[in-house]
């Protein structure tokens, strides 16, 4: 065996771990797609290769590895998935952070003033927003620096869109925190169920609903579905805290979590 033999196998074995262990759903998606006869370049791994002089035998040798790792360990897919996933977030939620983390006037929970911004994505008719509600109230009570933007998303029922229009009309009236509350605790979006928890939050009705009526309301709502999509976020609720996307109804600790990360970063 020639001296450069050991190395060439010593860096075919870190290229195999590497992916194996860190690109499980590259190698995954690349065997998958060589086997349907479509182009499966991944410029990383070619790259990897390359630099670690790794011939065709080789590389067969890798794949081989790759797919008996997986194989053995499926639990390595969800997890590579969600790192993943988390990447893309990150890399979307960079350029957008000004926009997400500017609230339409009023609508903000918290401390407005706080140093650490978590963002939900919620639908006054989404059940596991209103499951979240205690949630998030706890995490305001113990986090005296964190700053709720709330974007609204009414996409699960037609009675969503007017609710979150009443809730921007009571940011506008400085009663946003009150309706928020009061539509939770009460019945599912309706006329009534509207009209109670605005006249619970104090909300001027009448003012309220010649506001409504205003084009940057629909527009508010516009920018927030454009935002989800950006975001990949197909329901509620959604949390973005950082870099971090978070999807559902998702237990206090996994949310006091983000923001500690946010906080740190």
Not at 1 to 29: K, Y
Request: proline fraction near 7%.
């Amino acid at each position: 065996m020639s001296d450069t033999q050991p190395r060439r196998l010593g860096a075919l074995a870190a290229v195999a771990l590497l992916f194996a262990a860190g690109g499980a759903v590259a190698g995954w998606w690349y065997e998958h797609r060589q086997a349907d006869g479509a182009p499966g370049e991944d410029p990383q791994l070619e790259a990897s290769l390359a630099s670690a002089g790794i011939d065709g035998k080789e590389r067969a040798a890798i794949e081989g590895l790759v797919r008996s790792y997986i194989l053995e360990h499926p639990e390595v897919l969800p997890e590579a998935m969600e790192r993943l996933q988390q990447r893309e977030a990150a890399a979307q939620i960079g350029p957008m952070r000004g926009a997400l983390e500017t609230p339409y006037p009023g609508a903000v929970l918290g401390n407005p003033n706080g140093k650490v911004t978590l963002v939900e994505f919620t639908d006054f008719a989404c059940t596991y927003c209103r499951q979240s509600v205690k949630a998030l109230e706890a995490l305001i009570a113990k986090n005296p620096d964190l700053r709720v933007v709330v974007r609204e998303l009414p996409i699960i029922a037609p009675e969503s869109a007017p609710a979150a229009r009443m809730a921007l009309a009571a940011a506008a009236q400085g009663k946003y925190p009150a309706y928020h509350k009061a539509m939770f605790e009460g019945a599912r979006p309706s006329d009534a169920s509207i009209t109670a928890a605005a006249t619970a939050a104090g909300v001027d009705l009448a003012a309220a609903r010649t506001f409504v009526a205003r084009p940057d309301v629909d527009e508010e709502l516009k920018r927030n579905l454009q935002m989800a999509r950006q975001l990949g976020i197909n329901g509620t609720p959604a949390w973005v805290i950082g870099e971090q996307l978070v999807h559902g109804a998702v237990p206090q600790e996994d949310l006091q979590a983000a923001i500690d990360t946010a906080r740190k970063g």
